[in-house]
């Protein structure tokens, strides 16, 4: 299993980016992927998933209407398209995999279970700052 994060950057307060995850070595259909980001000093924070078991797009509130998350299929690639981005949103972010995963919002983020193996990719770093 192989997750690549890309497309972080530095962007001004209130533009956009598109996060990219390239996937191999797994069905994509059979794992459920979520985006986590860690900001200097804190801890991991889930952003968003798409479960493998219902098929729903589930976020944290702190992105909810900013972010959007969607998975090509053909391209095995997952994409995180970021919005009126906010300083807040600085962090490096990480693509995850959980095989079979369960997702589900709590306490206002993301949470991710799984029996069997998770998996992490190397984070991307975006910065928020005028």
């Known amino acids: 299993v192989q997750l690549q994060a890309s497309g972080g950057g530095l962007v001004q307060p209130g533009g956009s980016l598109r996060l990219s995850c390239a996937t191999s070595?797994?069905?994509?259909?059979?794992?459920?992927i979520a985006w986590f980001r860690q900001a200097p000093g804190k801890e991991h924070e889930g952003v968003s998933c798409?479960?493998?078991?219902?098929?729903?797009?589930y976020y944290a509130d702190a992105v909810k209407g900013r972010f959007t998350m969607s998975e090509d299929n053909a391209r095995r690639t997952v994409f995180l398209q970021m919005d009126n981005l906010k300083p807040e949103d600085t962090a490096v972010y990480y693509c995850?995999?959980?095989?079979?995963?369960?997702?589900?919002?709590?306490?206002?983020?993301?949470?991710?279970?799984?029996?069997?193996?998770?998996?992490w990719g190397r984070g991307t770093q975006v910065t928020v700052s005028s």
């Open positions: 070595g797994f069905r994509l259909s059979d794992y459920t």
């Open positions: 995850t995999a959980a095989d079979r995963g369960e997702c589900q919002t709590e306490k206002h983020t993301i949470v991710v279970s799984t029996k069997y193996n998770g998996y």
């Open positions: 798409i479960s493998s078991s219902d098929g729903n797009t």
